[in-house]
Every structure is written in structure tokens, then in C-alpha cells.
């Protein structure tokens, strides 16, 4: 599995990762064998959230005896995102998740607490070596400039927001901000929700085209070009092993020139948004 550099980090991480949004409405045990057949393959980056039901339960599960291996991340939510409330929220997730740290902590989306509180709260829990690192996800351009003012250069690790091929707002402002100042980019819902393009769809032909070509799948496609770029990362969740092992190959999927131009013909990335989509 192809690595790069995870922002300022000093970490190399998986460019696919494993997404867990829904992981815990399914069958537990495939969960587990899922989780655990991607890190078999090097998908080390497991991404969950206090807000993800009992995602963490099931990731420490999955982690059991592993934790060394994985880069793990999880998110604080809004309404619990002061400086109180956020440390509290890091020591909750950390107990569900039965470890004595995260490797990334992140605001999953903007709240009404001041930026200065949730700054200072994943800096003392940085000093308190509970995580490693810190960053922010939908946070439009303007935000993260904002979330820079507050916290300086070089301490925001990544911005995990919306990309897929149907939805490519973030190339216009979100991508070069974030490579500008060093921020890794975090792509959740890489195939959309419940929209990944059809086989008969002018755009899915042309996936279609390129992955029987190259022996691939579509999905593993799609995932190349979205990671294109050395500073986007994609969290694919799978609800099988097979689901993970598919997804692991397209971390060594390199797409030509002639490729991507193709898909970005099929897949325009449109005019710039007013605000930043967001699931």
C-alpha cells in the first residue's frame, strides 16, 4: 500500500484508508474480519467519530493487540467542542476505543464554541500525549484560514471534507489552500452516498473503459483519481474483507496522463460553490 506524507505530521499514512460511518449497522463480525483484512493489506488509517453510533466498540475489537500498526482518528463533535468539553469527549472515545491515545483528533464540522477553545483543548490533550496530532473536516477555505489565524502554521494535520467524482468542489479552493499550507486532505464518502456512477451513465462508461483496461474496478478507479494528488488521502468504509481487499488495491493504481484527463472530462468538477458540500 502506497504511503504519503500526512501533512506536518512527520507520518507516513496509507493513501486509502478505512472509513467507519455506518460500520456498526451491520453484521459485527464482518465489520471486525473487514477492519482487520484492511489493515492486513496496509490500509492502516482507520477513521471514526463519537458521532459514528458504536463505531469505536466495534474498531477496538478490530484493533485488539494491533494498535501499533493502525493510525487512528477520531472526531469531536460541535456541541461538545470546548475546551471542556472536548477533552472529556477525547477521554470518552479513547476509553471506547480502548487505547491510551489517538494519532489524530479532529472538529468534525464548525460549531458556535470560539475556534481558540477547541485549539486549546487538542493542544493540552497533545502535551497530555493523548494525541498526536490534531486537525478540522468541513471547513471550507475561509474556515481554515480562520482555524490558521488561531492556531499557526503547521499544526492543522489534515481537513477531512466531501470528494467524489460527482462532487469536486473542493479543487477550486479547498485543495490549494490546504497544499499551501501544508494541510493533508482527507476524502470521506469517496464513492458518494449511495451514488457511485452507473455502468450505463455517460461517466460510468468511461470508469468502466479505464478499469477493464487496466484490470481493475471501477471503485478502485474512482479511488486512484481521487488521490491523484499526494496530499489527498480517501477513508473508503467496507462492510466485507472482500469489500476491503478491493478497496486496498487501488492504493497501487497508478492512472496515465491520458486517464485522468479522460475522467475529468467525464466528471467535471463544475463551477465554485457558494459553500462547502458536506454530508
Same mark, same amino acid.
Given at each position: 500500500?502506497?504511503?504519503?506524507?500526512?501533512?506536518?505530521?512527520?507520518?507516513?499514512?496509507?493513501?486509502?484508508?478505512?472509513?467507519?460511518?455506518?460500520?456498526? @449497522?451491520?453484521?459485527?463480525?464482518?465489520?471486525?474480519?473487514?477492519?482487520?483484512?484492511?489493515?492486513?493489506?496496509?490500509?492502516? %488509517?482507520?477513521?471514526?467519530?463519537?458521532?459514528?453510533?458504536?463505531?469505536?466498540?466495534?474498531?477496538?475489537?478490530?484493533?485488539?493487540?494491533?494498535?501499533?500498526?493502525?493510525?487512528?482518528?477520531?472526531?469531536?463533535?460541535?456541541?461538545?467542542?470546548?475546551?471542556?468539553?472536548?477533552?472529556?469527549?477525547?477521554?470518552?472515545?479513547?476509553?471506547?476505543?480502548?487505547?491510551?491515545?489517538?494519532?489524530?483528533?479532529?472538529? %468534525?464540522?464548525?460549531?458556535?464554541?470560539?475556534?481558540?477553545?477547541?485549539?486549546?483543548?487538542?493542544?493540552?490533550?497533545?502535551?497530555?500525549?493523548?494525541?498526536?496530532?490534531?486537525?478540522?473536516?468541513?471547513?471550507? #477555505?475561509?474556515?481554515?484560514?480562520?482555524?490558521?489565524?488561531?492556531?499557526?502554521?503547521?499544526?492543522?494535520?489534515?481537513?477531512?471534507?466531501?470528494? %467524489?467524482?460527482?462532487?469536486?468542489?473542493?479543487?477550486?479552493?479547498?485543495?490549494?489552500?490546504?497544499?499551501? @499550507?501544508?494541510?493533508?486532505?482527507?476524502?470521506?464518502?469517496?464513492?458518494? @452516498?449511495?451514488?457511485? *456512477?452507473?455502468?450505463?451513465?455517460?461517466?460510468?462508461?468511461?470508469? #468502466?473503459?479505464?478499469?477493464?483496461?487496466?484490470?481493475?474496478?471501477?471503485?478502485?478507479?474512482?479511488?486512484?483519481?481521487?488521490?491523484?494528488?499526494?496530499?489527498?488521502?480517501?477513508?473508503?468504509?467496507?462492510?466485507?474483507?472482500? @469489500?476491503?481487499?478491493?478497496?486496498? #488495491?487501488?492504493?497501487?493504481?497508478?492512472?496515465?496522463?491520458?486517464?485522468?484527463?479522460?475522467?475529468?472530462?467525464?466528471?467535471?468538477?463544475? *463551477?465554485?460553490?457558494?459553500?462547502?458540500?458536506?454530508?
Amino acid at each position: 500500500m502506497k504511503s504519503n506524507p500526512f501533512g506536518q505530521t512527520g507520518t507516513n499514512v496509507s493513501v486509502i484508508g478505512q472509513g467507519t460511518w455506518y460500520l456498526d @449497522h451491520g453484521d459485527r463480525r464482518r465489520a471486525i474480519a473487514a477492519l482487520q483484512r484492511g489493515l492486513d493489506l496496509g490500509m492502516t %488509517h482507520i477513521d471514526t467519530a463519537e458521532m459514528y453510533g458504536d463505531a469505536e466498540l466495534v474498531i477496538a475489537d478490530a484493533i485488539a493487540g494491533r494498535r501499533d500498526e493502525v493510525f487512528l482518528v477520531s472526531k469531536v463533535l460541535p456541541s461538545n467542542a470546548s475546551r471542556k468539553g472536548t477533552i472529556t469527549a477525547c477521554e470518552r472515545s479513547l476509553k471506547r476505543l480502548k487505547t491510551d491515545r489517538l494519532d489524530c483528533y479532529l472538529l %468534525h464540522w464548525r460549531g458556535s464554541y470560539p475556534l481558540e477553545d477547541t485549539v486549546a483543548a487538542f493542544e493540552e490533550l497533545v502535551k497530555a500525549g493523548k494525541i498526536k496530532s490534531w486537525g478540522v473536516s468541513n471547513f471550507d #477555505a475561509d474556515d481554515l484560514d480562520e482555524m490558521l489565524d488561531v492556531a499557526g502554521e503547521g499544526r492543522i494535520a489534515c481537513n477531512q471534507v466531501l470528494y %467524489h467524482l460527482k462532487e469536486r468542489a473542493i479543487e477550486h479552493a479547498v485543495i490549494p489552500r490546504c497544499e499551501k @499550507h501544508g494541510v493533508a486532505v482527507v476524502a470521506y464518502s469517496p464513492f458518494g @452516498h449511495d451514488d457511485f *456512477p452507473a455502468s450505463s451513465s455517460k461517466g460510468g462508461a468511461v470508469l #468502466a473503459r479505464i478499469a477493464e483496461a487496466r484490470r481493475a474496478t471501477p471503485r478502485q478507479v474512482a479511488l486512484s483519481f481521487l488521490t491523484r494528488a499526494t496530499t489527498v488521502f480517501a477513508i473508503p468504509k467496507a462492510s466485507s474483507a472482500e @469489500h476491503a481487499g478491493e478497496n486496498a #488495491a487501488a492504493g497501487d493504481l497508478v492512472l496515465t496522463k491520458e486517464e485522468i484527463a479522460a475522467l475529468d472530462a467525464a466528471f467535471p468538477r463544475g *463551477p465554485k460553490p457558494r459553500s462547502l458540500p458536506m454530508l
